[in-house]
């Protein structure tokens, strides 16, 4: 068993449909360093959450971010504050009238047992558009990638191309190297 430090349940679900071993959710807001680089969001977060919960097992965080071009990379890893302020409408109204509409979402999980603190990164390219489709959670209604937006897909399908599954591939893939 592995503990997931998340408050996201749509992060959970996506976590569950990849990891190989169980995933047990457990809520604490370990603080998000300022920073505009995920990875050192990621893994100070990690080493906090694992002194503060006990070493019953291994732990893991994910910070994500989404990346727009034409907003130099806003919200970048302010995108939960973003979406809790202005929501995802008005994100895609910032971009409507640009005619780069390009993004990526970026996401680092980090893993920390004690022992090992270790990284696994994954992104994926898409485009803006007005809010599509019921699934996914976040900004996924207004990020398109090959015709369809994430809201428009199963999490089995988003996870084949995302960037969290990309980055749960990887770390699926060190887990059972470690068995
Ligand atoms: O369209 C999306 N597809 C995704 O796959 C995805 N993953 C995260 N997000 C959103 O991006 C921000 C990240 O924030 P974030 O990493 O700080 O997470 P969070 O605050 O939701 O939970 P926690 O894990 O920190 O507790 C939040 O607004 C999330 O809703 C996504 N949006």
Request: hydrophobic letters at 35%; glycine letters at 10%; a negative charge.
């Amino acid at each position: 068993m592995i503990r997931f430090v998340t408050g996201n349940e749509g992060k959970v679900a996506e976590a569950r449909e990849y990891l190989p071993t169980e995933v047990e959710q457990v809520e604490y807001d370990y603080a998000e360093v300022q920073s505009d680089d995920l990875e050192t969001i990621v893994r100070r977060g990690a080493r906090e959450a694992y002194e503060e919960l006990g070493a019953e097992s291994g732990i893991f965080v994910d910070d994500t971010g989404l990346f727009v071009e034409a907003l130099d990379g806003f919200p970048g890893p302010y995108s939960a504050y973003v979406e809790d302020t202005l929501g995802i409408e008005r994100v895609w109204e910032l971009v409507e009238n640009e005619s780069n509409r390009k993004a990526a979402f970026r996401t680092v999980l980090a893993y920390y047992d004690g022992d090992d603190l270790v990284t696994f990164e994954g992104s994926v390219r898409g485009r803006i558009v007005a809010p599509r489709g019921e699934d996914g959670f976040g900004y996924d209604p207004i990020f398109e990638h090959d015709g369809s937006t994430f809201a428009e897909l199963s999490t089995e399908e988003k996870n084949a191309i995302s960037h969290r599954g990309r980055a749960l591939a990887a770390f699926a893939d060190w887990l059972a190297e470690q068995e």
